[in-house]
């Protein structure tokens, strides 16, 4: 099945298969949506923008629902609300890595 499966989670979607990050590797598995109210359970399209939770890269769907790196060139013809949506989103996984670390960084419990 192609399609991407809804998570229970609003703003959440989860991928119908997993993906690797073009940059670092992380392995994803669920896409969120920025907080614009209201908020809502969206699957991705091709040509929405994913920001990776380990290396904060702005990537880009294809059409065939594989993440890319978005261009240099790409971002500076963005309209400036979009720049801003997505340096925000930034900001706020950095503001995370910087409370609880990246992905990955965490001591899993033992018991
Ligand atoms: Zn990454």
Request: charged share 20%.
């Amino acid at each position: 099945m192609d399609q991407p499966l809804i998570s229970p989670e609003p703003g959440v979607t989860l991928l119908s298969k997993q993906q690797g990050c073009p940059v670092c590797g992380y392995a994803m598995n669920a896409v969120g949506q920025a907080d614009k109210p209201p908020v809502q359970t969206v699957p991705p399209k091709p040509g929405d923008f994913a920001v990776c939770m380990r290396c904060v890269c702005v990537l880009v769907f294809e059409p065939s629902m594989t993440l890319r790196i978005l261009t240099n060139k790409e971002w500076a013809v963005l309209p400036p609300s979009e720049r801003m949506d997505l340096t925000r989103m930034r900001t706020r996984i950095q503001v995370m890595h910087a409370t609880v670390g990246p992905p990955g960084s965490r001591q899993e419990p033992t018991s």
